[in-house]
């Protein structure tokens, strides 16, 4: 599995259209989701997956010269978690290769039903983009690992280790399971990100790969934050653990952890849940006195792309963040 800094192909997003769930604020979500569209799209080609009756909507709000929507079915507009999983290399005879991973999804331990036709959405968008594909029997959504291209894997155990995912299977099962399908040879586990019981705390909330050896950490620095303790306990977890070429994980911290209040409730919206795409970093924010402290910090880590903030509160409000919403195709490795 390439890193999220490796060459895209395209952008996968989908097109918000759960009036149960957004309930009146879906117009806003769509505009948000349709904003991150756009400027993604500035920087790559993007596809959007829209339901055939939000279809003409969708073209509309998502107008782009390097944009373009497909009909599809869908539950819900996480594609991090519900597009398939892309993994690169040769076949024997030394041919660049591209597969599609497709593992089970079950609405985040059957939280929000229903969830089968986002199941189904690896195998109708690579039959739409004629991409070989193989189906991994294993609950796994696309937020609850990050990877570095070379090897190593990290996710928290409250998300992959939870009952509600894959409760037939141990650690080491799983653990086998990755190394197969995704070719990770070091997973690192921490214990938990943010308290995010939509998810059960996915990694992207938390920590993005910067390069090998290198990761970008989502702190906190409030102690009366509840995160507080949450984010120190997996940060000693992390700090030193050896990747899978024997380096010592080295990060570099984002200290402000902001949050937002939409409809009377209060969110987390960590900037580490960003989304890397050719020549940019798109980011959440929300107006935080310290936004362009931690752009800036996100720039150092990712010299030659630019670094664009993008409005975090509606996203957020729905369940995530920029990458939670973008599922990457990378490019096929160079001949060799």
Not at 159 to 171: I, Q, T, V
Request: hydrophobic share 40%; aromatic share 8%; glycine share 8%.
């Amino acid at each position: 599995m390439p890193a999220e800094t490796a060459n895209h192909e395209r952008t996968l997003i989908a097109f918000p259209s759960r009036e149960d769930f957004w309930r009146d604020r879906l117009r806003e979500g769509q505009l948000a989701w349709s904003h991150v569209a756009r400027t993604i799209a500035n920087y790559e080609p993007v596809t959007v997956f829209a339901r055939p009756q939000d279809a003409e909507v969708a073209a509309d709000l998502c107008s782009h010269a390097n944009l373009d929507v497909v009909e599809m079915p869908l539950d819900d507009a996480w594609l991090r978690d519900t597009a398939p999983i892309y993994v690169t290399g040769y076949d024997a005879d030394k041919r660049p290769r591209r597969v599609a991973v497709d593992f089970g999804f079950n609405g985040w331990g059957e939280k929000f039903v229903p969830f089968d036709t986002d199941d189904d959405i690896p195998r109708r968008w690579t039959e739409v983009a004629d991409h070989d594909t193989v189906r991994v029997p294993m609950i796994l959504e696309g937020g609850s690992i990050t990877v570095d291209g070379e090897g190593t894997l990290l996710t928290t155990e409250q998300c992959l280790l939870n009952m509600n995912r894959n409760p037939e299977m141990s650690r080491r099962q799983i653990e086998s399971v990755l190394s197969a399908s995704l070719g990770v040879e070091k997973i690192i586990w921490i214990p938990y990100s943010i308290d995010d019981r939509d998810t059960d705390s996915h990694i992207d909330l938390v920590a993005m790969f910067i390069e090998g050896g290198k990761v970008l950490w989502q702190n906190c620095s409030d102690r009366d934050d509840p995160e507080y303790e949450r984010l120190a306990i997996s940060r000693r977890c992390l700090i030193g653990t050896e990747d899978a070429l024997g380096r010592p994980l080295e990060l570099v911290e984002l200290p402000v952890l902001p949050y937002c209040e939409v409809a009377g409730e209060r969110f987390p919206v960590p900037y580490c849940n960003l989304y890397i795409c050719n020549g940019a970093v798109i980011v959440p924010v929300t107006g935080h006195a310290a936004d362009q402290d931690m752009l800036d910090i996100i720039g150092s880590c990712y010299p030659g792309r630019e670094v664009v903030g993008v409005p975090g509160d509606i996203i957020a409000y729905g369940g995530g963040g920029p990458h939670c919403t973008t599922q990457q195709v990378p490019s096929l490795p160079p001949a060799l």
